[in-house]
């Protein structure tokens, strides 16, 4: 909240908008269902009025609104869904998917067509799912044809897909280590725009494991088959491919067939 409230702060224009990626659901925390565009935009938004509760002592009503907004339905989520062992895989891509539909319902709702900046920071505390790889890396491209940042910062394990997105789309990969400096990070390497970071001594740019996850096991692999027609991977040699479906001839030399024929007419 404090990286949402500092982003709003930097410029009168910055919009923000969180969505949270649980296990079974992604979820806009804000703007939720009762924003309209006029709130948002900062025309006198009636919702932002009526729910403010600290414009009497002179904060800014809007921060609060949104504070109060993401708390609430942060409960919420975490009330109502119920986990089952000890999985934390998340819909991420679903989640990204969801904020570049917003980004260009933004960008299409926006006044004189001027073009917004946007860019995506993914704060993330679970494992990578390889199970959505593909979904992912659709996502991925997607933005990276919008021209949209993909910012990551992991909190626990390395996550090779992040790493790709960060990588492909130009945003900064940094895994916290030092957990009671996470506002920090966020502040420092997070809330500067594209511009703004190229004056600033960041982190060194990291290694990117750059392995695809198979479609057949979703294993990490370095090298595999990729099929010739829709670009799926594979560990193991399969004569139809899994996705698309396409037959693939096996290689038996046609020389070798040749001769056997010659040898049969020669008998
Ligand atoms: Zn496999
Ligand atoms: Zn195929």
Redesign the pocket.
Known sequence: MVLGNSHLFMNRTNRLAVIASHTQESRFLYPGKHWTFADLFGDGGSFVESNCSGSKDGKYELLTTINDAITEEIKDLMTKTDMRGQQTETLLAGSLAKALCYINKMSKEIKGNQEIKSRILVIKAAEDSALQYMNFMNVIFAAQKQSILIDACVLDSDSGLLQQACDITGGIYLKVLHMPSLLQYLLWVFLPDQEQRSQLVLPPPIHVDYRAACFCHRNLIEIGYV?S??L?IFCNFSPI?S??E?AFKISLPPVMKAKKKKLKLAV
Do not use: I, L, R
């Open positions: 099929c027609v829709c799926s491919c996705t698309c396409t």
